[in-house]
C-alpha cells in the first residue's frame, strides 16, 4: 500500500486543498485538489522523494515546470503552477475526471482501427509539436495519456520528462514496457523513441496484447532490440504505418509529424476522437523558497469600482506615502485587476453642480458609443468557434464544412505525401479543436499525391547494403526475419522486394516503405502430414487433392479476377503468397482490376510462391 506524503484537508502552500490521493508513479505522488482562487478542480504532483534527493533532479524539474507552462496545444494537459511545500516540489496542472488510456486497457476495453488512428493522429500531434520545441518525453505510455470531457486525449507530464533516467534505479515490467530498442541498450532517449512508443501503445489498444511480452524486464527490452513489430490481421490498414513507427533502427524510423500525416490519412470520417470515460494564462511560480509558503500567484479579484468605474477621483491623501509594489506584484499582471484595493477617501467629495453632470453624462454616452463603434469595427466582439479536423478532406469539402462558423480555408501550399491522396488536405493551422475568430481563415497544406520513384536493384545484396542504396531514393527498406524464403540464392541476400503485396515493383513512392526478402537457404524436404481438400473443376465434378497440413506446404492460388487491389493484396497475405502485376498501370500501381492469373485460380503452388496477375 503506498504512503503518501499528504493527507485530504491539507492546502498546499496556503492554497490548494487537497481532496483526494490519486497514486504514486515512478516519478511523482498525483493529487486531486481544489484550487478557490480560479473555482477549479487541479492535479497536483509532487516529486518523489528518492529523486527530489538529487540537486541536478530539482533543478531540472523547476526549469521544466516553467518551460511547460509556456506550452500550448490542443492535446497536450496544461501546467498551471509550481512551487515548493516542506522542501517537496510540486507543480500544478490540469485535471481531467475521465482518466487514463491505461484505465481504458485495464477494463478489457479495444479501440477499432478508426479510432486508434485517431488517437495516434492527435498524440503523434503532440508530439511533433513537443520536438519542435526540443521535448523528448522518453517515458510515454497509456499512464500518461489522459481522457479529457470530450472523450478527446491529452498528453501529461511534460514537466516530468526524463527526470527518472536520471538516476533509473531498479526498472519493473510496466516501467520498460514501451521503451524503444536505443533505450534498451542503455542509449538517451530521442523524439524517435518517443514514435516507437505510440506504435506500441495503438498496437496494444487495438490488439489488447503487448507486442514484446516476456517473464521480465530484462527479457521483454532483449525481444525488442533487433525485432520488428509483429504483424496482426486485426490492425488492418495500420499495419504498414506501425511496422514503419516501430523499426528497430531509429534512424529508419517516421518523425512524430510523418506519423501523424500519415495516420490522418488513415482515418475514414474527419470527427473528433472520442473514448468513453471510465470515471487564460495563469501566472507561474518563478522563485522556489520554501521559507516563504505562498497564499496567492498574485491574482486579486477587483473591487467594485475597478469593474463598473468610479463617478470621481480623490486628490491623494497627503500625510501617507505612495505606497511601492512589492516584488511579488511585479511577477504578476500590471492591469489594474492586480492592484490592491484603493484606499478609503479621507474626506468626503464635493459633487458637481447638475448641470455639468449632465454634460459629463452625454459626453461619456458619446465615448461609450465611439468606443463600441471601435470595438466592433476591430472585431473585439467575434466569437469564437471551434476548428474542425479537416486533415483528409478536399479543399471544397473542407470550405463547405467550415462556412457554417464562419472560417475560410488558405491552401497554404502543396506537397507529394505517400499516404494522402491527391487533392486531400495533409495538415491545418489552427489545429483541430483550437479556438479560432469568426471570419478567420485556417491554413491548409495540400496532397499532390505520392512522388513515385524508380526502385533501384538490389538483388543479391546483403540487407545492409540494399537499405542503404533505397536509401538515396529516400526509400526504406526493412529485412524482417519473417519475410525470409527458401531459396537457392545464398543466404543472407535480396530475392524479392515487397511492398503492399507487390513483388519487385519498378516504382514505388518516396518516402515508403518495402520489405526485403532475405534468403534463408534451401531447407531439407521432410515427411508432412497431409489432409484431403477438393476443388471444383470447370465441368462441375468435384477432385480431391492432397495437401500437406504444415504451415510451409503447397497451397491453391486464390481466386482474384475481378478484385480491385485491396481485395488481391488481402487474398494473397492470406495465402501467404505473393504476386507479380502485369498490365496497364502495373509499373506506377494504379491498375483496379484483375483480368486474370498465371497459374490459374485452384492451382496448387509452392508456399511463399509469386503469381503472375494480369491486370487492367
Known amino acids: 500500500m503506498p504512503t503518501f506524503s499528504f493527507s485530504p484537508g491539507h492546502e498546499v502552500v496556503g492554497r490548494y486543498r487537497i481532496t483526494e490521493a490519486l497514486g504514486i508513479g515512478s516519478t511523482a505522488e498525483v493529487y486531486v485538489a481544489e484550487d478557490p482562487v480560479l473555482h477549479r478542480t487541479v492535479a497536483v504532483k509532487f516529486l518523489l522523494p528518492q529523486l527530489a534527493a538529487f540537486e541536478d533532479v530539482r533543478r531540472a524539474f523547476r526549469e521544466q515546470i516553467i518551460r511547460a507552462a509556456t506550452l500550448n496545444h490542443a492535446h497536450l494537459a496544461r501546467v498551471y503552477d509550481g512551487g515548493q511545500e516542506s522542501g517537496s516540489i510540486f507543480m500544478v496542472t490540469e485535471y481531467f475526471a475521465g482518466g487514463t488510456l491505461e484505465d481504458v486497457l485495464a477494463a478489457g476495453r479495444r479501440l477499432d482501427v478508426d479510432d486508434a488512428a485517431k488517437l495516434g493522429r492527435d498524440v503523434a500531434s503532440t508530439l511533433a509539436y513537443l520536438h519542435a520545441n526540443d521535448i523528448t518525453l522518453g517515458t510515454l505510455s497509456p499512464r500518461k495519456i489522459l481522457i479529457d470531457d470530450q472523450g478527446g486525449v491529452r498528453v501529461s507530464d511534460v514537466a516530468l520528462a526524463g527526470l527518472r533516467a536520471r538516476h533509473p534505479g531498479q526498472w519493473s515490467r510496466q516501467d520498460v514496457r514501451y521503451l524503444s530498442p536505443e533505450q534498451a541498450r542503455g542509449e538517451p532517449a530521442t523524439p524517435q523513441s518517443d514514435v516507437y512508443a505510440l506504435a506500441l501503445i495503438l498496437f496494444e489498444v487495438v490488439t489488447g496484447d503487448s507486442p514484446f511480452e516476456a517473464m521480465s524486464a530484462d527479457e521483454m527490452l532483449r525481444a525488442r532490440i533487433d525485432n520488428p513489430l509483429p504483424i496482426r490481421a486485426e490492425l488492418g490498414a495500420l499495419d504498414m504505418m506501425l511496422a514503419q513507427a516501430a523499426v528497430p533502427d531509429a534512424t529508419l524510423r517516421l518523425s512524430a509529424e510523418q506519423f501523424a500525416n500519415r495516420l490522418g490519412g488513415a482515418i475514414a470520417d474527419a470527427a473528433p476522437l472520442a473514448i468513453a470515460t471510465t470515471r487564460g494564462s495563469v501566472p507561474l511560480l518563478a522563485g522556489y523558497q520554501p521559507a516563504e509558503p505562498r497564499t496567492s500567484i498574485g491574482f486579486r479579484p477587483p473591487s467594485a469600482d475597478q469593474i463598473a468605474g468610479s463617478s470621481h477621483e480623490s486628490p491623494p491623501d497627503p500625510t501617507f506615502p505612495r505606497a511601492q509594489p512589492s516584488r511579488r506584484a511585479a511577477h504578476a499582471s500590471a492591469s489594474d485587476a492586480t492592484r490592491a484595493p484603493r484606499r478609503a477617501e479621507p474626506y468626503p467629495v464635493v459633487p458637481p453642480p447638475r448641470r455639468r453632470r449632465s454634460a459629463l453624462v452625454v459626453g461619456a454616452v458619446l465615448v461609450v458609443a465611439l468606443a463600441g463603434g471601435a470595438v466592433w469595427k476591430l472585431g473585439f466582439t467575434t466569437s469564437s468557434v471551434t476548428v474542425p479536423s479537416l486533415v483528409g478532406l478536399t479543399t471544397a469539402q473542407a470550405t463547405s464544412q467550415v462556412s457554417s462558423d464562419g472560417l475560410s480555408v488558405d491552401v497554404a501550399r502543396h506537397e507529394h505525401s505517400p499516404s494522402v491522396p491527391a487533392k486531400q488536405i495533409i495538415t491545418q493551422t489552427p489545429a483541430a479543436g483550437s479556438a479560432a475568430k469568426s471570419g478567420s481563415s485556417v491554413a491548409v497544406t495540400v496532397s499532390d499525391g505520392p512522388l513515385l520513384v524508380t526502385v533501384p536493384s538490389v538483388l543479391g545484396q546483403s540487407c545492409a547494403a540494399a537499405t542503404t542504396i533505397l536509401a538515396h531514393v529516400k526509400v526504406v527498406g526493412h529485412c524482417p526475419t519473417s519475410a525470409a524464403v527458401v531459396s537457392t540464392v545464398?543466404?543472407?541476400?535480396?530475392?524479392?522486394?515487397?511492398?503492399?503485396?507487390?513483388?519487385?515493383?519498378?516504382?514505388?513512392?518516396?518516402?515508403?516503405?518495402?520489405?526485403?526478402?532475405?534468403?534463408?537457404?534451401?531447407?531439407?524436404?521432410?515427411?508432412?502430414?497431409?489432409?484431403?481438400?477438393?476443388?471444383?473443376?470447370?465441368?462441375?465434378s468435384t477432385t480431391s487433392t492432397t495437401v500437406p497440413a504444415t504451415a510451409a506446404g503447397p497451397r491453391p492460388v486464390p481466386n482474384v479476377i475481378g478484385m480491385g487491389q485491396a481485395q488481391t493484396i488481402a487474398a494473397f497475405r492470406k495465402a501467404v503468397l505473393f504476386f507479380r502485376p502485369k498490365g496497364p498501370g502495373s509499373a506506377t500501381l494504379t491498375w483496379t482490376k484483375v483480368v486474370s492469373t498465371i497459374p490459374a485460380p485452384g492451382t496448387l503452388v509452392p508456399y511463399r510462391s509469386t503469381i503472375i496477375v494480369n491486370v487492367k
Do not use: F, K, N
Not at 513 to 532: D, K, Q
Open 490 to 540: 545464398p543466404i543472407g541476400q535480396v530475392v524479392e522486394v515487397l511492398y503492399r503485396g507487390h513483388v519487385d515493383p519498378a516504382q514505388v513512392p518516396q518516402g515508403s516503405s518495402v520489405v526485403l526478402a532475405m534468403s534463408r537457404g534451401p531447407v531439407p524436404s521432410s515427411p508432412t502430414t497431409s489432409t484431403a481438400t477438393s476443388t471444383t473443376t470447370p465441368s462441375g
